[in-house]
């Protein structure tokens, strides 16, 4: 059975889950319009579509199915469509949510998460494992080291190869043996995570080492003294008004005026119109800011977000978010606003209800981020990932259509 995938904004989190679908799923047809002005593509792709899209005995009109991505979507939709079909002059079905209700589902956005583990930090190690942990009980996370390699090859030995080679012996000897324990067990691991990877792509990730220094162990793990680096706040946002730029630098100019120490890194896809406030942050930001700008490069994305410490979204429109997600599964703290889809996804511990608690919450960041970067997220990541919605995608799209319409 052929299966008619139909977007109307082929870009960003629209564009991942169309590409995703396409390569997991037999014998897709894909019809899409450019990524500009969505506003316009919702009011009028449907005829644009109905003149582009061939006719077929294969693809039916009516839906069996309505899905949504999240419950927030779903009943955002649902309460508001009568509404909305009132201000259409000529035409106005009655009772429309009850009769589309039935059909409704929620399946979360599935997200295929990266293998970050040559990006990660020292003190993301455990957050990371947590991670491969829950994607191991998927049944969708490579192998790791074996047990009993990991008995043959304790930190104390890693520690003793790692600083013979590297010539850093002298530095390491003056921690104390607590420090070097934990320096080799770091060292173990990811001692362990390039083997893992060497066996299919030794050439190319060595490669890539050599073009990208923070690929690097020394460089990833450090300074001994690295909690006290500044927080590293990151926006992986559109550049657009229904993301708030204006309040997220806003609550950024008052920790500028407190003299608070922080690093942002601005990311996120811009279109025609880039609102005028993020050339005026950038000025005002000055050396606070590392990265500033869309970054096509997915491998050179993920990282900025393994290094960062904190992600905002100040969103006034939002149905899922993926790149909060994105961001917390590389090991990010998410902070977001109590409203939206957010609370339907995140614990309350990660909500802030104004601009002033967010602007609170930063700058006690600030002031300690070596608390924010030994916390643990405590919120579920299982729910959102691939591995375990594919089979839902599956029977939702290859289930044939009902014969009574």
Known sequence: MSVL??????????KQLVDLLQEELEDCVLYTLPAKKWHWRARTSALYFSQHVPISEHYSLVADV??????????????????????????????????IRPKCQVIYFPIRFPDVKRYMPKHKITHLKKM???????????SMALPSQQEQRGPENVLKNFTGESGLSGAVSGLGTAQQESLGSSL?????????????????????????????PCDTLGGVDDQQRPLHIVWPHRWEHDKDPESFFKVLMRLKE???????????ETFTDVPDIFSEAKKALGSSALHWGYLPSKDDYFQVLCMA??????????FFGVAMLEAVYCGCYPL????LVYPEIFPAEYLYSTPEQLSKRLQNFCKRPDIIR????????????????????????????????
Not at 205 to 211: A, G, L, P, S
Request: charged fraction near 25%.
């Open 188 to 216: 173990m691991q990811l001692a362990d995570w390039n083997q893992s990877n060497s066996s299919d792509d030794s050439n190319s990730y060595q490669e890539e080492k050599k073009q990208n220094p923070t690929l690097n």
């Open 374 to 405: 030994k916390h643990l997220y405590k919120g579920e990541m299982t729910p959102f990932s691939w591995a375990a919605l594919h089979g839902k995608f599956r029977s939702l799209l290859t289930t044939e259509p009902k014969e009574d319409l």
């Open 132 to 142: 491969l942990s829950l994607e191991r009980s998927d049944d969708a996370a490579p």
């Open 5 to 14: 995938i139909i977007e109307a904004f082929y870009g960003g989190s629209h």
């Open 66 to 99: 309505v899905v949504f991505n999240s419950v927030f979507n779903m009943e955002s939709f649902l309460t508001s469509i009568g509404k909305f079909m009132k201000l259409i002059p000529d035409h106005r079905p009655r009772d429309l949510e009850s009769i």
């Open 336 to 339: 977001c606003p109590k409203d």
């Open 309 to 318: 410490d904190v992600v905002i979204s100040t969103a006034k429109h939002e």
């Open 258 to 268: 407190l003299g608070l120490k922080f690093h942002v890194s601005v990311l996120g």
